[in-house]
């Protein structure tokens, strides 16, 4: 029986993947040797521990068939993982963390250890092979000896004072301290800074003025001691919670939280539910929640006392405007005049804390005003582990600091981000071995117009994530290529635009704003643009469309991408689509080589749309083995248009047959789905990861699914 060996290329100091399985190609059984492990010089290993796994690019492994993009297929391949951690579920969607599917995952060991992760490889010819590995977790404590700073309130004994020496008995004061590079960060790594738990305060733990930190090397940890409730980080209004560029590595924050200013700059105030906290001047009325000029000269303002002079914010409104001009001013701060339409504007608070909109010859409509501090939770470095942080009340919770810079490893785990952000749940750019998992990503309170996660990512992994919808904002995750290939204006940072070799699976979309009508979109970033999305998996999700949706899966210009044992549920929006394949504009590729497969769609009332849709010009597709339950309507499980040599076969449509949907969408015994389908080298389980029958069910489950 042959022996491989294991090549580890150490990602940083924390962050690995498998990336080489060197020597002869296995069969049977194999335990990899950890010579290469134990060899690590670079690396300390230290806990928490995000490991990558990317079985992609591996020379050593079985190798899938190449599809039409030259590359291996990566969904032909059937890949389970244990990761010999303990056995605990996902708070998000109760499934078990110590296991997972695809040729990309992840996992955090959280404790030090010894840990042997078996990876199990079914080939579309039926062969089983296995490779075990040792993974060797180190100590925090022992890494971080003599390099541990402290912070704590100044009413906590011993009390904190920035002039202290940041130890456990003389701690820091400020988050301003603690995590800039007269604290924490005035070295490389490894070096720790912990936050003392205890009751919030909102003068705890702040941050007044941005420093963003570049060229450090770590291991770098920010996390808590003691008892209580983890520690808030407060940044003042327009200041950044904690800042990186993209030269800045390995830094972990774990269990500290990032809340912006404490006031609330969306409520009853500025709804127009009421005129008596606004001054009206001449031709000015608020009526039914609008606020209404006609021919408006004088001010329509109302004081904002939470507003602090000098500050940055950003006012969105929607304005409709038959005549005239109309700017918005804090204080005496004006904007430039703005347009018809949902409009932000940026200002630096002057003068006074007044909220101003100023006509001339006004006549026209404003309602739906939001306004936020522009200040980001987190810019993240190269190489980051993020760890059950709460950001809430910034612009956004995550957002990339270098623009159009790639960002290597982003770990987004078991975060909760959301709660009234101005703009964006996370913006990242060029996410290369990222990994979410198991967050709750929401705009569900917030004033967003964007999206709950919009990240141009390959090599990547999202699974085991609640994406929630609020009564605004764009879409719930948007994941995109980039720019259109050879944009010379860009920092050339972009090795590639392409979406590639991404997993989206075991995720939650609900509570779709009905003003969202694409929450789920992959592909392209703009109609035209020459990207590319391949050799991607999208599976075991499951979404329930809003009122206003027209598409809840909207994938753009994809090529060789599996879509599989997923759930759509539609009770609201009756005339849409669960999921379209198609090419967004002239510009963009030629969706070629996809596979929608084994997936199940509940329509409760009279369904009247197409089903999964295969159009604009899809090419060698197929859409087979799909389950429509609807109570009524002439609405159709699957549809296709202008498509080219594409197949759509064995799909069923019900009236009945899931246990009890839309909880339940499981097949129940005798029903249409039961064998409807047919073995294929692309579904080897179903929603719940159960084996496949042969013959299979139709749908996303096997009847007796558990």
Not at 518 to 526: A, S
Not at 589 to 600: C, E, I, R
Not at 660 to 686: F, H, I, K, L, W
Request: hydrophobic share 35%; charged share 15%.
């Amino acid at each position: 029986m042959a022996l491989s060996t294991t090549t580890w290329r150490p990602f940083n100091d924390f962050f690995k993947r498998f990336r080489s399985f060197r020597g002869p190609r296995p069969s049977g059984n194999t335990a990899m040797t950890t010579a290469r492990v134990t060899a690590w010089t670079d690396n300390q290993r230290v806990a928490p521990l995000l490991v990558v796994f990317d079985c992609s690019l591996d020379a050593g492994l079985p190798v899938p068939t190449a599809n039409g993009s030259g590359d291996p297929d990566p969904a032909l391949f059937h890949y389970s993982w244990n990761f010999g951690d303990s056995a605990v579920n996902w708070d998000t969607t109760g499934k078990s963390k110590n296991v997972h599917t695809g040729y990309i995952t992840a996992h955090v060991y959280e404790t030090a250890g010894t840990y042997t992760v078996t990876l199990t490889i079914t080939k579309d010819d039926g062969t089983v092979v296995q490779f075990d590995q040792s993974i060797v977790v180190t100590d925090a404590d022992t890494i971080y000896s003599g390099a541990t700073f402290y912070c704590a309130r100044a009413g906590d004994t011993p009390a904190g004072n920035n002039s202290n020496e940041g130890t456990e008995a003389a701690p820091w004061l400020t988050a301003q301290k603690a995590i800039s590079t007269a604290g924490v960060f005035s070295a490389a790594g490894p070096r720790r800074v912990l936050f003392k738990r205890g009751t919030e305060g909102a003068t705890d733990y702040v941050v007044t003025a941005n420093a963003s930190i570049s060229g450090l090397a770590g291991p770098y940890h920010i996390g808590a001691y003691g008892s209580g409730d983890d520690p808030v980080i407060h940044p003042a209004d327009g200041i950044d919670g904690i800042a990186f560029d993209k030269t800045t590595t390995g830094v972990r924050i774990v269990d500290v939280s990032i809340m912006g200013p404490a006031h609330d700059f969306g409520g009853t105030n500025f709804d127009f539910a009421t005129d008596t906290v606004w001054t009206k001047g001449v031709n000015w009325t608020i009526s039914g929640g609008t606020a209404v000029g006609t021919l408006a000269t004088a001010d329509l303002s109302q004081a904002i006392p939470a507003m602090e002079v000098g500050s940055s914010y950003t006012v969105r409104a929607t304005y409709t405007i038959t005549a005239g001009s109309l700017v918005v001013k804090l204080g005496t701060a004006a904007s430039s005049a703005v347009t018809a339409g949902t409009v932000s504007k940026t200002i630096t608070c002057a003068g006074s804390a007044d909220l101003i909109f100023t006509g001339t010859g006004f006549t026209g409509t404003i309602d739906n005003i939001r306004m936020y501090t522009n200040g980001i939770g987190v810019r993240p470095g190269t190489d980051c582990l993020f760890l059950r942080m709460a950001v809430n009340k910034m612009d956004s919770a995550f957002s990339s600091s270098d623009a159009h810079g790639t960002k290597n490893g982003i770990g987004v785990v078991e975060c909760t981000i959301g709660d009234e952000l101005g703009s964006y749940g996370h913006y990242q750019a060029m996410a290369y071995q990222a990994a979410w998992l198991g967050n709750t990503i929401t705009l569900s309170g917030s004033r967003s117009n964007e999206h709950c996660l919009r990240v141009y990512p390959t090599h990547s992994v999202i699974s085991h994530n609640i994406f929630e919808g609020g009564a605004t904002g764009k879409t719930l995750l948007r994941a995109a290529g980039y720019f259109a290939t050879g944009d010379a204006s860009r920092d050339g940072d972009e090795a590639t635009e392409t979406v590639e070799y991404l997993v989206v699976s075991d995720n939650i979309f609900q509570n779709i704003a009905s003003v969202v009508s694409l929450p789920v979109m992959f592909g392209v970033t703009n109609s035209g643009d020459a990207q590319f999305m391949q050799n991607c998996v999208i599976e075991r999700n499951k979404a329930t469309a809003g009122s206003g949706t027209t598409r809840i899966f909207e994938i753009d210009s994809p090529s060789y991408c599996t879509i599989r044992n997923n759930l759509w549920v539609m009770t609201a929006s009756l005339a849409n689509r669960p999921c379209q394949v198609h090419r967004s504009g002239a510009g963009s590729p030629t969706p070629t080589g996809n596979q929608v497969l084994f997936n199940s769609i509940y329509a409760g009332g009279a369904y009247t749309g197409g089903g999964i849709r295969l159009g604009s010009l899809a090419t060698d597709s197929i859409c087979n083995y799909n389950w429509l339950v609807k109570t009524s309507g002439a609405g159709t499980v699957t549809s296709q248009s202008s498509d080219v040599n594409s197949t759509l076969t064995g799909n069923v449509t019900s009236t009945t047959g899931m246990v009890s949907p839309p909880t339940d969408m499981r097949p129940a015994a005798a029903s249409d789905a039961e064998n409807a389908g047919v073995q294929t080298d692309y579904v080897y389980d179903d929603y719940n990861m159960m084996a496949r029958a042969n013959p299979p069910d139709a749908g996303a489950y096997e009847v007796g699914s558990a």
